[in-house]
T-cell receptor
Framework: KNEVEQSPQNLTAQEGEFITINCSYS?????LHWLQQHPGGGIVSLFM???GKKKHGRLIATINIQEKHSSLHITASHPRDSAVYIC???????????????FGKGTHLIIQP | NAGVTQTPKFRVLKTGQSMTLLCAQD?????MYWYRQDPGMGLRLIHY???????AKGEVPDGYNVSRLKKQNFLLGLESAAPSQTSVYFC??????????????????FGEGSRLTVL
């Protein structure tokens, strides 16, 4: 079973700071998801990537397949970015299948005004 | 376009009672999932379905049953609730296999969550 570790577990920063959240996994993967869970509880998909880098607004996700590591960056952070950010991966050898996702425990981010 | 809708959003049960959580999606997705989220743990898969009329066990299926009689609905049942089933339950769906690496196929869409307390 793939192990997914996120760091830091908790992060408090000031508005405007550049934020980095890390995700490391133990085996080769076919896909990696970054999810955002709002304080009210709802979860939305931010990125799905298998290589390289993706950007959406102030959010940037990168992945290094060789190092088994992904990062989520937030530029010009804002209090509305306060949320739990969750990394999820699928092992490349799993053969696919809906039961192949392994989730990290999440990073709790607070952006103070 | 409602996306994924879960009902009810909150429920308190006594040990031994039964209940059903309903998940409905209007995106014509084939894959649907039920997860539970507990403090200090990642989302864990309870059951999933890869199409109408199909269901399969996930990581933590004991004490739960599911049905997918219609493509748009995925029901999660607790026949005899236990305090260990106190959790937040999330339904999710995707057009196809989320492990394929293809965003169009595998992007996950989640419901708002259902908070269940078993006394």
């Amino acid at each position: 079973k793939n192990e997914v570790e996120q760091s830091p577990q908790n992060l408090t920063a000031q508005e405007g700071e550049f934020i980095t959240i890390n995700c490391s996994y133990s085996v080769g993967i076919s896909a990696l998801h970054w999810l955002q869970q709002h304080p009210g509880g709802g979860i939305v998909s931010l990125f799905m990537l298998s290589s390289g880098k993706k950007k959406h607004g102030r959010l940037i996700a990168t992945i290094n397949i060789q190092e088994k590591h992904s990062s989520l960056h937030i530029t010009a952070s804002h209090p509305r970015d306060s949320a739990v950010y969750i990394c999820a991966v699928t092992a490349a050898y799993s053969g696919g299948g809906a039961d192949g996702l392994t989730f990290g425990k999440g990073t709790h981010l607070i952006i103070q005004p | 376009n409602a996306g994924v809708t879960q009902t009810p959003k909150f429920r308190v049960l006594k040990t031994g009672q039964s209940m059903t959580l309903l998940c409905a999606q209007d995106m014509n997705h084939e894959y649907m999932y039920w997860y539970r989220q507990d403090p200090g743990m990642g989302l864990r898969l309870i059951h999933y379905s890869v199409g109408e009329g199909t269901t399969a066990k996930g990581e933590v299926p004991d004490g739960y049953n599911v049905s997918r009689l219609k493509k748009q609905n995925f029901l999660l049942g607790l026949e005899s609730a236990a305090p260990s089933q106190t959790s937040v339950y999330f339904c999710a769906s995707s057009y196809s296999d989320p492990t394929s690496g293809l965003k169009e196929a595998g992007e996950l869409f989640f419901g708002e969550g259902s908070r269940l307390t078993v006394l």
